[in-house]
């Protein structure tokens, strides 16, 4: 039967709500997570982030290998949607405060969960069937 042939039922079936009435974000919070990864730049960072645990501004930097205006650009907004975490400490052998960034909880999830995953059942899939 093609898409053509089927009879209109006069009833759309709607999807339940996304989120719970008392969930912790609101579903826009959730899609600029979505979005802040969705970013190849972003996504590295945070994936260099998840591997390292925490990492300077310096070494984050030349790990991901991008120019310092566009670094910062995708850091910050990867901090501003709640994906990483920022603090300042004072290393021993300094004068002043350093900047170190960290996965936060939601950062590991949406990527472990998201993307990676979807990742992961390709490989499994190619494993699978080539």
Sequence with gaps: MSETDRQPTGEVRQPDPPLPEESGLT?????????????????????????NEELSAADLKAAVDVESHNFHYHLDELVDVGLVDKR???????????????????????????VEELMRREREFNDAYS
């Excluded at 990864?37 to 591997?51: M, Y």
């Excluded at 936060?104 to 969960?113: K, N, P, V, W, Y």
């Design 27 to 51: 579903l826009e919070e959730y899609l600029a997570m979505q979005q802040a990864i969705g970013h190849p730049t972003r996504f590295r960072i945070l994936r260099t982030l998840v591997a």
């Design 88 to 114: 300042q400490r004072r290393t021993a052998d300094s004068q002043g405060f350093y900047t170190y960034y960290r996965p936060t909880a939601m950062g590991r999830g949406i990527l472990e969960h998201g």
